[in-house]
């Protein structure tokens, strides 16, 4: 997405840096919360939501030319505000956050959950189109279209 973007190359290299972590938070939330095969309850879901900043505490010492740990801490922001931890708006999100946000959301709608069959590429189109330009930036959005225009 970054490289349809056209991001310079030390931009694309640090979406591909933090998206190789972006859930690297996840460590540290209990595998019966993660692998749970019915809807989480509001306390358990609480607990998940808190890996973007356990990613962000897991990375930060490591800190290097990328602004990696941040980016992983925003993964989960919205334009509107919505997003967690944080509740950023518009420029306060990272680009590359950005980018991360709207594939991540794309791979778990197309792809299977522990407690869900997977939704399918045409249900994460519609949704991420029904996002574009709301909790997700619109040239963002297209690049993922693109993107997924080209996956089987």
Known sequence: MAEILGLALVDCRAVAA??????????SIPQEYLAKPTKLDPL??????THSERGYEILRPMESEFPVAEIVYQHHERLDG??????LRNGAILREAQIIAVADTADS?????PYRSALGKDYAIQVLTEERGIKVLPDITD???VALAEYP
């Open 18 to 27: 933090a998206a190789g972590v972006h859930d690297i938070g996840k460590v």
């Open 109 to 113: 709608i197309i792809n299977s959950r």
């Open 143 to 145: 690049a993922c279209l």
């Open 44 to 49: 358990e879901w609480s607990i998940i939501k």
């Open 82 to 87: 919505t997003g967690y931890p944080r509740g």
